[in-house]
């Protein structure tokens, strides 16, 4: 069994900083990917920051240079960083592990957090 545990989010205004973090625990045998999707109210959810085991990150066009997604594949553990928020960040983030377990170690599986809302306003 995984648990997906994400902590981080909230309110802040135009041009602020916000930290999410999430952290995967459980009967884990491998990582393969670590991702942060969101999704504002009546859109799809949509990929934010990627990043894999080999440490390559992907991200949107919308928050390249102002979000940073960082990982700890040790602690099962993945960040992400976003600078110069805009109201049009406002959504529900969710982050997303892609990985094996000891017991299905045939085939990696996602396994996503309960969400986490960031607003932003002001």
């Known amino acids: 069994q995984v648990q997906i545990v994400e902590s981080g989010g909230g309110l802040v205004q135009p041009g602020e900083s916000l930290r999410l973090s999430c952290a995967a625990s459980g009967n884990i045998l491998k990582i393969y990917a670590m991702e942060w999707y969101r999704q504002a109210p009546g859109k799809q959810r949509e990929l934010v920051a990627a990043?894999?085991?080999?440490?390559?990150?992907n991200y949107a066009g919308s928050v390249k240079g102002r979000f940073t997604i960082s990982g700890d594949n040790a602690e099962n553990t993945v960040d992400l960083e976003m600078t110069s928020l805009k109201p049009e960040d406002t959504a529900v983030y969710y982050c997303k592990f892609r990985l094996t377990t000891r017991v299905l170690s045939y085939q990696a599986h996602d396994y996503w957090g309960q969400g986490t809302q960031v607003t932003i306003s002001s």
């Open positions: 990043l894999t085991s080999g440490m390559n990150t």
